[in-house]
């Protein structure tokens, strides 16, 4: 137990912060009116989507509702601004230790400016279930609002310093896990027929569990080896590569391409132009043309997120400053290319495989004729399996660095 004090004091402080950040979301903001406000809401696609992240924060209005998504939203942007200015990016590339904590700031106080934006849209979008809107309780509740998303993201910030890592993805994991009773309170185990649901929503569940660990973990191994042993073939060991993942952005193009598809959803039941709901009504009503919208929507965000995550010159000039090269292929422009020409094939297998799980609910009801599992939400399931996935890993990498650090004492 001494060996391994240290990890149980991570897990312990990743615990607490977790209690914490979700005895928050069910502190309410008074003077409104919950009840009210809870079934005007109940229908709501945007809402209801926004909830999975917030472990239903959306629906309380609590301290903590914004929870998370204040601080996911301005990484993504960060991370579009590195891109696109070029400064930003000399600072991640070339200023080390330094030039991450400039980052993290940008960061920060993109988050406090996109919490300001979403608590200023909330306290407008409430104002017909209040009991006594008027400037100082808008004001009270903006300040709230931010004020506990940056706590939430100072909480995730502790857990990935000095809980067992991955702060943002555990308090998001922690919300989806919140969700599940909600979505099975309904069914009374005592029946045969809802037996039969829960039977076949766990088999589902664990056929996209299985899938999504095969996408998690599945990589392509480009050979690398160095300039001086390009003459000796059997110095071409196999153990020195690039691997590049199969999904590169993770859940996120799901997630995207959801909340996406949500939005006509939405527009459909909030707009009067005749013209535009027509049109809205025709896609979201047609299957084929749905399906067609919904796999565009999971390949684009896959390929958007594939071109952040690995810049293939950065690659081609580390390689070529390491003296090493891939196998019959020239450095330089040759290398770019043929690195995008794998990278786009894995990408589009990738987002094959996402758009087949993200229809899994479909294909179970059509041959079942139960919607259960569509209310369960295979991007819940992807989340929870890939932030599992991490943590373990995490873990396993935590306990083996102490093994050695108690060899090498």
Do not use: C
């Amino acid at each position: 137990m001494k060996k391994h004090k240290k990890l149980v004091n991570k897990i312990t402080i990743t615990l607490i912060i977790l209690f914490i950040s979700r005895i928050g979301i069910f502190i309410p903001i008074p003077g409104i009116n919950q009840r009210e406000f809870n079934t005007s809401i109940g229908q709501n696609t945007i809402i209801n989507f926004l909830n999975i992240f917030s472990g239903g924060g959306f629906s309380t209005i609590g301290i903590f509702s914004l929870g998370i998504i204040p601080y996911i939203n301005s990484s993504i942007i960060t991370q579009l601004l590195i891109k696109i200015i070029p400064s930003l990016e000399e600072i991640q590339k070339n200023e080390g230790e330094i030039g991450k904590h400039k980052i993290n700031k940008i960061t920060r106080y993109l988050t406090a400016l996109w919490a300001v934006i979403q608590s200023i849209s909330i306290g407008l979008w409430i104002k017909p279930y209040t009991f006594n809107w008027n400037f100082n309780f808008f004001l009270d509740l903006v300040i709230t609002l931010t004020t506990g998303s940056i706590i939430i993201m100072w909480f995730s910030e502790v857990i990935t310093e000095y809980g067992i890592g991955n702060g943002a993805s555990l308090l998001i994991f922690q919300n989806i896990v919140s969700n599940i009773p909600k979505n099975l309170q309904n069914y009374n185990t005592n029946n045969p027929s809802n037996l039969k649901i829960i039977l076949i929503l766990l088999t589902s569940s664990l056929a996209i569990l299985i899938i999504n660990i095969i996408i998690q973990d599945s990589k392509r191994k480009i050979s690398i080896i160095a300039s001086k042993y390009l003459g000796e073939k059997d110095k071409l060991s196999t153990q020195n590569y690039i691997p590049l993942k199969l999904n590169q952005g993770g859940v996120m193009p799901i997630v995207f391409a959801s909340a996406a598809i949500a939005l006509p959803q939405y527009l459909l039941m909030n707009i009067n132009n005749s013209i535009l709901k027509t049109t809205l009504n025709i896609i979201l009503s047609n299957n084929v043309l749905y399906l067609i919208f919904y796999s565009i929507l999971i390949l684009t965000f896959s390929y958007f997120y594939s071109s952040i995550i690995l810049n293939t010159k950065d690659i081609a000039e580390n390689l070529q400053k390491m003296g090493a090269s891939i196998p019959n292929i020239r450095p330089g422009e040759e290398t770019i290319q043929y690195l995008n020409n794998i990278i786009n094939k894995l990408t589009f297998i990738g987002a094959l495989f996402l758009f087949i799980i993200a229809q899994f609910p479909l294909i179970t009801s059509k041959i079942t004729h139960i919607n259960i599992l569509q209310g369960f939400g295979t991007t819940s399931l992807l989340i929870l399996v890939g932030v599992a996935i991490e943590t373990a890993k995490q873990i396993q990498t935590y306990i083996i660095s102490e093994q050695y650090d108690n060899i090498m004492g």
